[in-house]
């Protein structure tokens, strides 16, 4: 069996009068994500995840910041991008996990539904695909929500 792990990493700015996507889903809040595309840290952080690994390098490399075509856009179309480069160097996703750091608003609410979207995308079961929440209670950047953080693992076997 030849099978592989991911890890993958994301961060961004908090900020007014912008959206807050996170999983795929518009959450509301009074603060939103700040990126080149819609700032979905999550998905992010799975993106990089499944291409690291795949040795397939990280997501700036393939959809970098710079890019007008990349500008605002859709972060499930990026997952949906790197499955298939995933998948066309012959690797099927067994899990994901990952962990939203951020102080509010909650996501616990909102995780069904995200765990729908990411695996729809992936083509796996939802139980496949663990989200958590936390909150940096208050401390640093995180904690006086100034920024938002992703991790993601993810196992990946060979077809």
Same mark, same amino acid.
């Given at each position: 069996?030849?099978?592989?792990?991911? /890890?993958?990493?994301?961060?961004?700015?908090?900020?007014?009068? /912008?959206?807050?996507?996170?999983?795929?889903?518009?959450?509301?809040?009074?603060?939103?994500a700040v990126g080149h595309s819609d700032a979905d840290v999550l998905l992010h952080a799975i993106c990089d995840a499944?291409?690291?690994?795949?040795?397939?390098?990280? %997501?700036?490399?393939?959809?970098?910041? *710079?890019?007008?075509?990349?500008?605002?856009?859709?972060? =499930?179309?990026?997952?949906?991008?790197? /499955?298939?480069?995933?998948?066309?160097?012959?690797?099927?996703?067994?899990?994901?996990?990952? *962990?939203?750091?951020?102080?509010?608003?909650?996501?616990?609410?909102? %995780?069904?539904?995200?765990?729908?979207?990411?695996?729809? %995308?992936? =083509?796996?079961?939802?139980?496949?695909?663990?989200?958590?929440?936390? *909150?940096?209670?208050?401390?640093?950047?995180?904690?006086?929500?100034?920024?938002?953080?992703? /991790?993601?693992?993810?196992?990946?076997?060979?077809?």
């Open positions: 069996m030849n099978i592989r792990i991911g /890890y993958g990493v994301d961060v961004h700015q908090l900020a007014e009068n /912008y959206p807050l996507w996170i999983g795929g889903l518009k959450i509301e809040s009074d603060l939103g499944l291409l690291g690994a795949a040795n397939l390098r990280d %997501i700036g490399f393939h959809f970098s910041d *710079t890019d007008p075509q990349f500008k605002g856009i859709d972060s =499930k179309i990026l997952l949906k991008e790197v /499955y298939n480069k995933v998948n066309e160097k012959g690797y099927s996703v067994i899990n994901i996990d990952s *962990t939203v750091i951020l102080e509010k608003p909650k996501l616990n609410p909102h %995780i069904p539904a995200m765990q729908r979207a990411i695996a729809e %995308i992936l =083509k796996i079961e939802e139980d496949a695909v663990s989200i958590k929440a936390t *909150t940096h209670e208050k401390v640093d950047s995180f904690g006086e929500r100034r920024a938002i953080k992703a /991790y993601a693992a993810c196992l990946l076997e060979k077809k």
